[in-house]
């Protein structure tokens, strides 16, 4: 008789089946584990159950002992060898663990020496930055004076040059202010028909929502600068609805951008208390920007600027209580009013040149003469609140001032006294004056647009809620054609005819 072998292990199964759907015979113990795993049989790939086995009548196997176990000396010599065999093994394991606790000790101890040499590296690293930085910017500002003004450590001074051509061309403005004609102004009518023409939400990291700040250049309205809260700097094509350049550097939030009148550099402000200047390296202004200067004069976060008429200076205002005059050109600070009495949201250059208003914490608008050694000429009252926005107007004559309350002040520089009180939805982050200085647009929950009804009363024109969240900045075009403003919804949008 032949024997019978498993299908599956090749050898004689000691509890045979057999499965008639298949015709082989199988190992009762493996074949049961494969149906339970798989259901089918591991040759024939066929389904197969436990009730398709056969067990089969044969005599069963029986496993002859070897030679060395028929005999209690010979189970004895097993038994010794395997003792023998586990304790060289528990040996060899203890060695073993003693050898891996002694590294372990060693890699922890040397991790702690590198983490406490890393931690001082750092510490160091970051005082010779900060040495660095301020060494940098005693070097950048000191360069030798006349001595007939005083001005602070690092500061190159308001020179009588400076002094002279700023009077030379604020006298020649002033002359020319009064004949000045905008033909190409858009009229009540036509601003009353502004609607949203254009919708951006997708230019700024949405991760970081909100667009803080706003600027559209004053002779191209399809050149428009906004800062968010991702720290990035955004240079937005209008015509091609297309976002042609990102600035990154800053830290922290962008609070304020400018985009100069004359050349194709952009300005910068930031929670970080740095103002970057970013230059174009070519003759197209939609080619790459580079940081040309970044400014350090401040403890806490820059809030504010404004480029001077000149196109030669750039003001910056902080909420660490002072303000400061920068050289466009070498990035040096040419004046520092610093330890005042209240922090500043807000400032600007008047359209002149040779006054400075600066909102400040305290509810109130100050002024300064720039050429007179910058002394305080007038302190506006009557807010109640902080201030957070001002703009003049194109012709000088006035200044509008927001605050946290959602009060809007319009102020006649000339007596100088308050004209008009305006009370709008939410708190105003955000006054503008058009260039000709006709029309005042205020940005709080909504955008609202007023214009003078009379020489020394606004009236409201049109108003916009076609943003979601709080309205942050505004900014006219050319002549009043468009106006864009910025949201915490993440969106910029640009209002037209």
């Known amino acids: 008789m032949s024997t019978l072998v498993c299908a599956i292990s090749g050898v004689a199964p000691e509890e045979p089946v057999f499965a008639p759907k298949t ?7 493996l074949i049961e584990k494969q149906i339970q795993e798989t259901g089918q049989c591991p040759v024939t790939k066929e389904e197969l159950h436990e009730d398709d086995l056969c067990d089969m009548k044969v005599n069963k196997v029986v496993k002859p002992r070897p030679a060395s176990a028929t005999s209690i000396p010979g189970m004895l010599t097993l038994l010794q060898s395997e003792w023998d065999a586990l304790m060289s093994e528990t040996y060899e394991l203890k060695t073993n663990l003693d050898t891996t606790r002694k590294q372990l000790s060693h890699a922890l101890y040397q991790h702690d020496a590198a983490c406490r040499v890393i931690a001082r590296l750092l510490r160091e690293r970051d005082a010779a930055r900060a040495q660095v930085t301020t060494l940098q910017d005693q070097l950048s500002n000191s360069v030798p004076t006349n001595g007939s003004v005083e001005i602070h450590e690092g500061e190159t001074g308001l020179s009588a040059q400076i002094i002279q051509r700023m009077e030379e061309l604020a006298q020649s403005l002033a002359k020319t202010r009064k004949q000045r004609k905008f033909p190409d102004l858009s009229p009540i009518e036509e601003v009353k028909r502004f609607k949203c023409a254009q919708s951006q ?28 809260v991702d720290c990035q700097v955004v240079l937005y094509n209008a015509q091609k609805q297309k976002k042609m350049q990102t600035m990154v550097g800053h830290s922290k939030k962008v609070t304020a951008v400018k985009l100069h009148g004359d050349k194709d550099v952009v300005v910068s402000a930031s929670q970080d208390a740095t103002a970057k200047v970013w230059t174009c390296g070519s003759a197209d202004w939609t080619s790459p920007y580079t940081c040309l200067h970044t400014i350090h004069k401040h403890r806490a976060e820059v809030t504010d600027l404004s480029i001077h008429p000149l196109g ?8 660490d209580k002072s303000w400061a005059i920068h050289d466009f050109a070498t990035g ?5 009013m610093k330890d005042l009495d209240s922090a500043f949201p807000c400032m600007s250059f008047h359209p002149d040149g040779l006054i400075v208003a600066g909102g400040t914490e305290d509810k109130s608008v100050i002024i300064w003469d720039v050429k007179n050694e910058q002394a305080t000429v007038a302190t506006l009252q009557g807010h109640e609140s902080a201030v957070q926005t001002l703009s003049f107007s194109g012709n000088g004559y006035y200044l509008a001032s927001g ?15 308050n004209l008009q009180t305006l009370q709008v939805e939410g708190g105003v982050s955000s006054v503008c004056f058009d260039a000709t200085g006709q029309y005042l647009a205020v940005a709080s929950n909504i955008v609202q647009v007023f214009n003078f009804e009379t020489k020394t009363s606004l009236t409201e024109t049109v108003s916009f809620k076609d943003h ?11 002549n009043a054609k468009t106006l864009a403003s910025v949201s915490m919804d993440h969106s910029l949008k640009v209002y037209s005819a």
């Open 312 to 319: 030669d200076y750039l003001l910056t205002a902080s909420l």
């Open 403 to 417: 605050s946290r309350d959602g009060v809007v002040k319009l102020w006649d520089l000339r007596k100088p006294v």
């Open 332 to 336: 040096r600070c040419v004046r520092h």
């Open 468 to 478: 979601t969240d709080a309205v942050t900045g505004l900014s006219w075009g050319p």
């Open 201 to 228: 939400n997708t230019f700024h990291h949405k991760t970081a929502a909100g667009v803080l700040c706003v600027d559209v250049h004053k002779a191209d309205p399809n050149r428009i600068v906004s800062g968010g």
């Open 23 to 29: 015709g082989q015979i199988y190992e009762k113990r």
